[in-house]
């Protein structure tokens, strides 16, 4: 019933209904009420004009002007001529009135259906504009480009795309000729489900070339056909027995195949589809599909880019990162890295634990400023300067300093080089060099710990007896600044004592300041825990949003003591007599321990380190010997501050060849420098009884 008055046919039978009406009461009343009669007569066509089509208008205007005429022309008695004469002229000029307002009616009526479906297209663009790209990644995008599509445009809308796209790696170049391999990312369609899909999502397809995709991607071009037309079916479902049952079924009968290409490549194809509506595609809307999916292209590809680098980045970040934590005496040490979301670049987040000679150990984390390729290259060279300012045994505020001037070297050779902005999402211009880092040695021997820190957050500490406190360190300047000195605290840290070192990702989350993320960390630490790695796992789990937009680092460290059954000391005078004494308590040391097999070599590293001590240095002499997992430590400390270098003798030399012999036998050997003098040690791999 709805659709009858929609269409007009209610309007129409109603006034020919009427018209009948109105010519049976005129000869009824034989003329009288000339005027009221000839009124209605008059009217019904001009009605007719505003409301019908050009077609009706006629028939309804030539069906009431054949009645004036023969109701008033030949059946009516008693009318004048001239009365007769004013009445047919009085229709005939509505008629031809009514006719001409039609015309303009349903001349202005289609304008204003062009301007209504030009706003409307010029609506889906600017829709398509904001919808389109929301975030950084692929198949995301593909269903915005769905979504936008249906219902407003077509009843269904697929976007296929290459395997290559979705991994981030470069796509093919267009055109595609030959079998074009495509996969299903997104779909949409009014009907639930999608059941006039030939493909599930995630689904892959080698399209044949009469296959509107593939005809697309070898045109370079939209591509529009008519998939049924009565009994005849395009050529693509010819050769597809599935499709065309369908097609036939779901009653699809246009569609619009169009290639999604972004700077010469091919990313993949869109492919519209009309069922529920009965207009076929046409050209306007054509370049429609043309206009949405060439923006669409863009903002695929610029995902693609943005996922093969947030992969390049992972990768190179996870190979900088030690893939196992060292096996150590000093402390047992566990971390994780948590990169932040999709939508958000890899950060400059970094940890390192570096064992050091003495049986000590180095905890590091930093943070790069920016995301990116650019901070996780930053990254890796920042860790390897540190790792080799460790090698240097450098105290945290000397090593600082030296770092501080590494990543000002950075930055005079990004801006020597011309660097420009950024990738897309990093917010930094890839010139621009900064970062923080907090360094913490800790001596298992002394249990003391030595901390500095340049710009980065303060580390938490859980005292064996479950009390917590964020150590008050100097804050120093950020890395990059130049020219500020930096400060280290040195503090005890008994036996079992829990040293956390993070980033400000991970207390910076669930939208809280950063005092509040601090105590809340505190808390979590605070809670004993049978193994230290569920101490980290829960650390990460409270702190963590489902939706990270910063990446984030935790090293926790449980502190161990190495006492007099690993460690052994002699003060030696400054006598060449006595090199025989110290092999000797080596000798008797390394069988209380159980490591007898090692002390022919140990004796003789001993024996040339304390030559050296007391024959080019001053004292005091002091002999350590330390023993931990799987390894020997020889340590002679003297009061110089001279370091010894290693040199080749000639062949007639009588001296010069002590530190070669030690370089030769121990696994590794150096220098260290203390406010009382130097150190030299030497370390060599045991195996303990």
Known sequence: MTSLWRDGRGVFWLLVLSLGLISVLQFETAGRGLVRWSGYSVLIPLVAAALLSF????????????AVVVIYGFLLDGLSAGGRAVVVSAVAVSFGVSLEVCRLRLDREE????????????????????????????ARTAEELADVAVPQFADYAAVDLFDAVLRGEEPPRAPMTGFVPLRRVAQRSVLEGCPESALKTGEGENYPPVALPARCLAAVQPVRARLLDGDEVDEWLVHDAHRRALAREYGIHSAIAVPL???????????????????????????????????????VDNARRYTLERETSLTLQHSCLPRHLPDIAA???????????????????????????????????GDVVGHGLQASATMARLRAAVRALADMDLPPDELLTHLDDVVLRLRVEGEDDGAGPGAPGTGHSAGEVGATCLYAVYDPVAHRCVLARAGHIPPAVVMPDHSTRIIDLPPGPPLGLGGWPFESVEMDLPEGSLLALYTDGLVRSHGCDLDSGLQRLLSV????????DATCEAAVKAMRDEQPTDDAALLIARTHVLDADHVATWNLPADPSVVAEARDHVARQLAAWGVADAAFTTEIVVSELVTNAIRYARPPVRLRVILERGSLTCEVSDGSDTSPHLRRARTFDEGGRGLFIV???????????????????????????
């Open 525 to 532: 630490l605070a809670q004993p825990e049978a193994y230290l």
């Open 55 to 66: 077609r009706r208008t006629l028939i309804v205007g030539a069906l009431s002007l054949a």
């Open 261 to 299: 290409c972004a700077r010469g490549s091919a990313l993949g194809a869109a492919l519209f589809l009309r069922h529920q509506r009965a207009e076929q595609f046409d050209a306007d809307d054509l370049v429609l599909a043309e206009e949405i999916a060439t923006r669409a292209a863009v903002c």
């Open 331 to 365: 402390a047992d040490v566990v971390s994780r890295y948590l990169p932040a979301g999709s939508g958000v670049g890899v950060g400059g987040d970094w940890f390192d634990v570096i064992p050091l000679s003495g049986a000590r150990v180095a905890l590091v984390v």
């Open 663 to 689: 370089a030769q036998l121990a696994e590794r050997w150096g220098t260290r420098h203390g406010p009382d003098g130097k150190t030299i040690w030497a370390e060599q791999i045991v195996e303990a009884a």
């Open 111 to 138: 304008r204003l259906k062009r301007v209504m479906i030009a706003r409307d297209r010029l609506a889906l663009v600017s829709d398509a504009s904001k919808r389109i790209g929301g975030t950084l990644n692929v």
